[in-house]
């Protein structure tokens, strides 16, 4: 079970108005207003990603900047996921990804990707590269009326963050589009490439009537003295089309038997962000062996009966601690 799970594991892996009024003296500064009704239009738009979609996966590197670079092939991945609502607290959403791979009425339930949505954020994770993140601040001019996106990876910990505010345009769409912002290598390449070391990202997801599109513009960066190198330009769109599964039953039982499992991982990587810590590196290797798959088994331990939630987690823990460092 255990290399069955692995192997399965890594092949599937604003509304805003200003208002400024002129005196003999000086002018009045612009005032941001985000009303209750723009509040709930974004709150929509983010609880519209839930559901069931047939997804495509479409990363192609298009723009070649350092000398000699050859483009790698397009990498296009189909598959299927239920996203279901963890939490939903008014100025706090959670939405978590379960991937289907296989068919039939038992597939294989991968625990997938995680994005929390927060209302005027006071902090915010940076990743600084080379395992390295650090909370920092948001000004208060940033967080107005905005929301930050923190994705977290199927092993719940961090992958990116950022804040923007959500737009609304005449036909009903809304797009949520930050400013660049840094995250890890992807699996896809951390398990077959060391020529590049962060991505620096724009994280734009548009929401429409027949689902979600999640585009990414990556610029891939080699990091050498503290300096930046910019090697290829990498165009993600990721796209989440509105499905009837057949067998999306299975997420939402998956779920069922290893949420109070995840509530307890989730909250150990929480607790670096509420704490007061304010930089932390997370170590890991490429293929996952020393965090990714650990804290997977024991969830499937859970899911399987092999284990209740309590006991997986200890044993999750253990590696857990080992690659967690809180460095201030």
Not at 17 to 46: F, G, K, L, N, W
Not at 93 to 110: K, R, Y
Not at 171 to 179: F, H, Q, S, Y
Not at 299 to 304: I, K, T, W, Y
Request: glycine share 6%; charged share 25%.
């Amino acid at each position: 079970m255990k290399l069955a799970y692995l192997a399965v594991a890594a092949l599937t892996l604003a509304g805003c108005a200003t208002t400024s009024t002129e005196t003999a003296t000086a002018p009045v500064a612009p005032v941001t207003v985000h009303s209750a009704e723009a509040y709930e239009r974004d709150r929509q738009a983010i609880l519209a990603m839930q559901g069931e979609y047939a997804v495509t996966f479409d990363f192609r590197e298009m723009v070649p900047i350092a000398e000699g670079y050859e483009l790698a092939e397009p990498k296009l991945t189909p598959a299927r996921e239920v996203v279901v609502v963890v939490e939903d607290t008014g100025d706090f959403i959670m939405l978590q990804h379960l991937l289907i791979a296989g068919e039939g009425d038992n597939p294989f339930i991968v625990k997938h990707w995680r994005q929390d949505w927060r209302y005027e954020p006071a902090t915010v994770l940076a990743f600084r590269g080379f395992d390295d993140w650090t909370v920092e601040d948001v000004a208060a001019a940033d967080r107005a009326g905005a929301w930050s996106q923190t994705v977290y990876q199927v092993d719940d910990s961090p992958r990116y963050a950022a804040v923007a505010p959500w737009t609304h345009d005449a036909d009903g769409n809304a797009t949520w589009e930050p400013p660049v912002s840094w995250r890890p290598l992807p699996r896809r390449d951390d398990t077959t490439r060391d020529d590049y070391d962060v991505i620096a990202a724009v994280n734009r997801h548009t929401v429409t009537s027949w689902g979600w599109i999640h585009e990414q513009d990556n610029s891939k960066l080699a990091l050498e003295d503290g300096v930046a190198h910019e090697l290829v330009r990498e165009v993600g769109v990721n796209t989440y089309r509105n499905t009837d599964l057949s067998n999306g039953q299975a997420a939402l039982d998956y779920w069922d038997a290893t949420h109070e499992y995840w509530a307890l991982v989730r909250a150990r990587f929480e607790a670096l962000e509420t704490d007061g810590t304010r930089r932390f590196h997370i170590e890991d290797d490429a293929e996952g062996t020393l965090l990714y798959g650990p804290v997977l088994e024991a969830g499937q331990r859970v899911l399987f009966g092999l284990s209740d939630a309590e006991t997986a987690f200890e044993d999750a823990a253990t590696y857990l601690d080992s690659q967690i460092t809180i460095i201030e």
